[in-house]
T-cell receptor, first 113, second 115 residues
Framework: AQSVAQPEDQVNVAEGNPLTVKCTYSVSGNPYLFWYVQYPNRGLQFLLKYITGDNLVKGSYGFEAEFNKSQTSFHLKKPSALVSDSALYFCAVRDVGNTPLVFGKGTRLSVIA | GAVVSQHPSRVICKSGTSVKIECRSLDFQATTMFWYRQFPKKSLMLMATSNEGSKATYEQGVEKDKFLINHASLTLSTLTVTSAHPEDSSFYIC???????????FGPGTRLTVL
């Protein structure tokens, strides 16, 4: 069975500084990895995904994530944080095919001006 | 493209009544939709997989007679919470996969409050 771990409940970063939101995964086969962002009382917005190919994946709003097979990690990064990036971030994994996502518990990102 | 809508966005009902939540894929067809539930400050938990033209597949611990799912067409799935109780109050979110993209797109969610 797949599982995802987001070790940090909360990440605080100053505006303009780089940010990292951590995610590690466990799958039996090749991982299909995703990052989503959720703003208060809203659904999830897709940021980026890794299926295959380059380990560095670029996504929406300047976010990127690096797939590291040896460390089974898929950390979300952004070179320069904005206050508007403050939200709840979810890492997710799923199996091949049209299968449901398994989510991490989420990490709340707070960017301070 | 790839927009998923949910209706209503927010509903308040009395205990014992039933509530229907609609999930629509607006610009694509979805043979499969997923229903998730999110508790305050918690992650999303999969409730069921909704398959067009067939019965939904429920996750362990989810009462299929309480959470009725109907996937009547390739663009519409409904979740009906029957005989709602205060403990059913939650944020319900649906998603659908855009064929050929491997990506699930989520609806904006429905906040259910049972008094």
């Amino acid at each position: 069975a797949q599982s995802v771990a987001q070790p940090e409940d909360q990440v605080n970063v100053a505006e303009g500084n780089p940010l990292t939101v951590k995610c590690t995964y466990s799958v039996s086969g090749n991982p299909y990895l995703f990052w989503y962002v959720q703003y208060p009382n809203r659904g999830l917005q897709f940021l980026l995904k890794y299926i295959t190919g380059d380990n560095l994946v670029k996504g929406s709003y300047g976010f990127e994530a690096e797939f590291n097979k040896s460390q089974t990690s898929f950390h979300l990064k952004k070179p320069s944080a904005l206050v508007s990036d403050s939200a709840l971030y979810f890492c997710a994994v799923r199996d091949v095919g049209n299968t449901p996502l398994v989510f991490g518990k989420g990490t709340r990102l707070s960017v301070i001006a | 493209g790839a927009v998923v809508s949910q209706h209503p966005s927010r509903v308040i009902c009395k205990s014992g009544t039933s509530v229907k939540i609609e999930c629509r894929s607006l610009d694509f067809q979805a043979t499969t939709m997923f229903w998730y539930r999110q508790f305050p400050k918690k992650s999303l938990m999969l409730m069921a997989t909704s398959n067009e033209g067939s019965k939904a597949t429920y996750e362990q611990g989810v009462e299929k007679d309480k959470f009725l799912i109907n996937h009547a067409s390739l663009t519409l799935s409904t979740l009906t919470v029957t005989s709602a109780h205060p403990e059913d109050s939650s944020f319900y979110i649906c998603s659908a996969t855009l064929a050929g993209t491997d990506t699930q797109y989520f609806g904006p969610g429905t906040r259910l409050t049972v008094l």
